[in-house]
């Protein structure tokens, strides 16, 4: 930025005001764009969510078959079959949860990068004040 002599105070206050507003423009487009990408995040955590409510529920219905059949059958490897298959399910519904609440959690929501920057901003600013 090049200073010319003859400006005045007020047009140089001037311009320093339009570079301090482009700066906080620039910045709540920034913490825009941040949270868009972490609301998206935020769409496939519940969806892996809702994902694991059906494969649990399967699970559920899939374990109540084979007990039945393990009860009543005493054994047939039918029944036994369809108990490791509800485990499974079991575990892979227990590992999409996990994923979409710690996906979830609002640190993970929070727009750091515009934190850091804005941060960043003022220190520079600071320190343009400090040196006058």
Not at 20 to 28: A, H, I, M
Not at 44 to 69: D, P, Q, R, S
Not at 106 to 126: E, F, G, H, Y
């Amino acid at each position: 930025m090049t200073t010319d002599p003859n400006k005045t105070t007020g047009s140089l206050l001037s311009d320093a005001l339009t570079h301090v507003s482009s700066l906080v423009r620039s910045e709540v487009d920034l913490a825009r764009a941040e949270i868009n990408d972490n609301l998206k995040s935020a769409g496939i955590a519940i969806g892996m969510i809702a994902g694991a409510v059906v494969v649990a529920l399967t699970a559920l219905n899939v374990l109540t078959a084979a007990l039945v059949a393990a009860l009543t059958e005493a054994g047939i490897p039918a029944g036994w079959s369809a108990l490791i298959v509800g485990i499974t399910l079991a575990i892979v519904a227990y590992i999409m949860v996990s994923k979409g609440t710690n996906d979830l959690k609002l640190s993970s929501l929070a727009p750091t990068r515009t934190a850091k920057n804005v941060k960043r901003d003022a220190q520079a600013v600071k320190e343009v004040y400090d040196d006058k």
